[in-house]
């Protein structure tokens, strides 16, 4: 199997870790090149010990892990504690110390060598805010043409940190904006499929029938996920957002997209960080975006069983 090439940019965050699980699980088509970290659900360093922790659980040695950008481009950081809480990946009980290291080289710097050195077949997949990728396309607009696609989750046609907008797209607007704007191809998965992938409590047990370590963590991380979002938001159980972006490049056929038109509000009172999905094209604007919209749940939730099975 030809592996496809990807770059995780993330801010793990619970949903984050178990998109870097699935993406390198046995299971999985796609080569991590590198894993770059954001500030967004904590702060950038807390993130990167986070993805570095995911990474020694999972024995992912070989892929390097590059901090990235602190804050957003023009705003002030937010982050997103009463969700991922304190370390950003409550509940599991971990080492306060990974062993891997992150490498000595700024995240939207690997984003850039990376691109700039391959043969236009590396994807890039953020789960986390848009504020490396902005940085990496504003230093080295050469990258731009050789992206070969970006699935992102962010956005939605409304809003989890404000009534219009999601948290990743909210956090930093103007980045998601130079990104949106930027004629790369891209799958966004926002919330009106994330809210499709929910890990019920029902789900929960059956993922937990599996007998391996890697396992166990995921079930440490929805346990706690899946309190905050039952006091938080009322839900069932917590919304796997950031893994439907490596379900999606695994098996696409899980998915329903459309082709349309999305802008990136960074001006409204009211709706800074919204991402205006023109569904019915009203805009006349040519379509940017590759919009997921429906995902089969049985298919995926085989894929993240079959995925997590793969590490026994
Ligand atoms: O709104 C959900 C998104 O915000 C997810 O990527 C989650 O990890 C947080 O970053
Ligand atoms: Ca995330």
Known sequence: MVKRKVILDCDPGHDDAIAIILAAS??????????????GNVEVEKNTLNALKVCDIIGLENVPVAQGAERPLVKEREIAEEIHGETGLDGPVLPENPTKKAIDKHGVDVI???????????TLVPTGPLTNIALAMIKEPKIIP????????GGGTFGNWTPAAEFNIYVDAEAAKVVFESGVPISMFGLDVTHQAIATDD???????IDNPIADFVIELLK????????????????????????????PSIFQMN???????????????????DTLETTGKEPNVHFAYQLDSDKFWDLMTRGLKSYS
Not at 26 to 39: D, M, Y
Not at 259 to 277: A, L, N, P, S
């Open 26 to 39: 046995k299971i999985s088509n796609l080569k991590i090149e590198a894993i770059t970290t954001v500030a």
């Open 112 to 122: 850039i060598e990376k691109i700039l050195s391959s043969d236009n077949d590396i």
């Open 146 to 153: 050789k992206i070969k696609e970006i699935v992102l989750m």
């Open 203 to 209: 789900i929960v047990k059956e993922l937990s029938e």
């Open 224 to 251: 706690f996920f899946s309190e905050t979002y039952k006091e938080v938001f009322g839900f069932a159980g917590p919304p796997i957002h950031d893994a439907c972006t490596v379900a999606y490049l695994i098996d």
């Open 259 to 277: 082709h349309v038109r999305v802008d990136i509000e960074t001006k409204g009172e009211f709706t800074y960080g919204m991402t205006v999905v």
